[in-house]
């Protein structure tokens, strides 16, 4: 049974920083895409970045490049997304994702599994 379990989220003032991890258990994971996404109160969920975990390729949505970074660490089977640079607008429910298949994908309907999300609070 596949379990992704997030955390670190956190309130923090604008302009800070804060890494968001989720770890990934129930099965290898070396054939996936893993995702993160945001919930706003009363928005869609939408994509902020994936990882291809065989090769490490990423893909960010514009709204975050250049201040968040995705990462993967094999040994530990875990997800990383370091985001610097907050502003409130980041502020959202967290989920990470994942997909069983290399091939790249910005759609929350295209990731099969989910974790249940942290809250990241940005205060202006």
């Known amino acids: 049974q596949v379990q992704l379990v997030e955390s670190g989220g956190g309130l923090v003032q604008a302009g800070g920083s804060l890494r968001l991890s989720c770890a990934a258990s129930?099965?290898?994971?070396?054939?996936?895409?893993m995702g993160w996404f945001r919930q706003a109160p009363g928005k869609e969920r939408e994509f902020v970045a994936a990882?291809?975990?065989?090769?490490?390729?990423?893909y960010y949505s514009d709204s975050v490049k250049g201040r968040f970074t995705i990462s993967r660490d094999n040994a530990k089977n875990t997800v990383f997304l370091q985001m610097d640079s907050l502003k409130p607008e980041d502020t959202a429910l967290y989920y990470c994702?994942?997909?069983?298949?290399?091939?790249?994908?910005?759609?929350?309907?295209?990731?099969?599994?989910w974790g249940q999300g942290t809250q990241v609070t940005v205060s202006s």
């Open positions: 994702a994942a997909r069983p298949t290399i091939v790249m994908s910005t759609s929350k309907d295209a990731y099969m599994y």
């Open positions: 990882i291809r975990w065989s090769s490490g390729i990423t």
């Open positions: 129930g099965q290898t994971f070396s054939s996936h895409i």
